[in-house]
């Protein structure tokens, strides 16, 4: 689990990056399922999976998407940090007991609306699983500050 990390706007610059690493338990989809009630059998059924292109369970893609937001709420940019928007392009399947290796970099900074757009990646060994970008808002330190006594 990342221990939480709260970063400003001010604190960020292009090309910071922020990794998670997550090994994908059977419980972590069953879990999942319950949660949204997507119940669909290719991510609870091994009978069901193995008759599917995959031959075996896998993870929802959603599942796989909130590691991005595991990154985002912890570490980069941290607590306080709002979506905006999220696009998403899955590449290929994650199944059970897959290590899922996320990675989220800064690549625009919009001073004026306290906003960055990170890149993110997820990757199982050298494939790629999923990508997309991610726009956040970001507090301000000058906001967090207290207002001098007059």
């Known amino acids: 689990m990342l221990v939480l990390r709260t970063l400003f706007f001010e604190d960020l ?25 997507d119940r669909n059998p290719i991510h609870l059924s091994e009978h069901f999976a193995a008759k599917t292109p995959f031959g075996t369970r896998i993870a929802h893609g959603l599942y796989t998407a909130s590691l991005i937001s595991a990154v985002l709420g912890t570490r980069l940019p941290g607590p306080g940090a709002v979506y905006i928007s999220q696009t998403l392009n899955f590449r290929a399947p994650v199944k059970i007991g897959d290590v899922v290796e ?49």
């Open 13 to 37: 610059s292009l090309g910071m990056t922020e990794r998670l690493s997550k090994t994908i338990a059977s419980s972590d989809v069953v879990g999942f399922a319950e949660v949204t009630g």
């Open 102 to 150: 996320v990675t989220v970099s800064v690549v625009e900074l919009v001073a004026e609306k306290f906003r960055a757009r990170l890149a993110c990646t997820c990757k199982v060994g050298d494939e790629i699983v999923l990508d997309g970008e991610a726009l956040v808002k970001v507090p301000s330190s000058s906001a967090m500050r207290p207002m001098p006594r007059l």
